[in-house]
């Protein structure tokens, strides 16, 4: 069982960054980042493979969100540019017993219990 704790969220305006983090409390392999914004289903945000070597960003984030990992700490990161009000949400970060890059949240094993990103326009 591999638990998940995210950190990093906060109340920023449009147009900062935010960086946040997931530590894991044991290995893990196939990784992403999902968000849930109120009324809304979960969404997947960015995944990376059990290297880092891979990585896979949605068409919603893509060229301002960058997804990184440091295997050697068992920690995730998601890296947020230029954060817009449509991406409130609350974040989640994911873990799957699978070694390359997942879209699916039903492919993930286990989840982090979620960090608030609020942006102000």
């Known amino acids: 069982q591999v638990q998940l704790v995210e950190s990093g969220g906060g109340l920023v305006q449009a147009g900062v960054s935010l960086r946040l983090s997931c530590a894991a409390s044991g290995r893990t392999y196939g990784m992403g980042w999902f968000r849930q914004a109120p009324g809304k289903e979960r969404e997947f945000v960015a995944a990376i493979n059990w290297s880092g070597g891979v990585t896979y960003d949605a068409d919603s984030v893509k060229g301002r969100f960058t997804i990184f990992r440091d295997n050697a700490k068992n920690l995730l990161y998601l890296q947020m540019n230029n954060l817009q009000p449509e991406d409130t949400a609350v974040y989640y970060c994911?873990?799957?017993?699978?070694?390359?890059?997942?879209?699916?949240?039903?492919?993930?094993?286990?989840w982090g219990q979620g960090t608030q990103v609020t942006v102000s326009s």
């Open positions: 994911a873990a799957t017993n699978r070694v390359g890059t997942a879209t699916s949240p039903y492919i993930y094993n286990y």
